[in-house]
């Protein structure tokens, strides 16, 4: 079985947000958001809200409402994986590295039966690669930048010191005069 697919499943079937998980699955976020605003339970809106903000296309969003879930629970799998997508999508490779982490670790712990739990490792491991290949991207842009710093000081360096030489060379004739 595709393990986005069990992992959707296994969320959609979670309790307390089912009202939520149904208006979604029509594409009203707005409903969602609504039947949102009947939970009680705070961990519970925070799971609704990363998930909405996800879905809808607002990572940053997302990013905020998971991060304010797991101040409540920090091994919460699901905001660990909204956590982890919306860096990946907001291209924040630390932030990315640390949350696939924990999600990892939160896969490989998680009291589910064995195919749940192989599903979330199998959506864990490929967050995790993808937060990896983030990094390296931004390390090698680093690297790359700071080449061209070094290149085009020494060429605006270069310009410089030829300039100079042709000026000290003007007005200078070989025959003084007397």
């Known amino acids: ?3 986005a697919l069990l992992v ?3 969320l959609a079937a979670q309790a307390g947000l089912e009202g939520v998980r149904e208006a ?6 707005h409903s969602a958001w609504e039947a949102l605003g009947t939970e009680s339970d705070e961990l519970a809106r925070s799971r609704g809200r990363a998930e909405i903000l996800y879905r ?3 990572p940053a969003g997302a990013l905020r409402a998971a ?3 797991l101040g409540i629970d920090p091994a919460q799998i699901d905001l660990l994986y909204h956590a982890t997508g919306a860096s990946v999508w907001l291209e924040d490779g630390p932030g990315a590295v640390a949350y696939s982490g924990r999600l990892l670790r939160a896969a ?3 009291e589910q039966s064995p195919e749940e739990r192989r599903a979330w490792q199998e959506a864990a491991r490929k967050l995790v690669a993808r937060s990896e290949a983030l990094v390296t991207r931004e390390n090698e842009l680093s ?3 700071a080449r061209l710093r070094f290149i085009s000081t020494g060429g605006v360096g270069f310009w410089l010191f030829a300039l100079w ?3 000290r060379s003007q007005g200078r004739s070989s025959k003084p005069v007397s």
């Open 1 to 3: 079985m595709n393990a």
């Open 8 to 10: 959707v499943t296994w």
């Open 24 to 29: 979604l699955a029509a594409g009203e976020y």
């Open 56 to 58: 809808a296309g607002d």
């Open 67 to 69: 991060c304010a879930g």
């Open 108 to 110: 490989d712990t998680m």
């Open 143 to 145: 690297r790359a930048l």
């Open 165 to 167: 030489l042709v000026l």
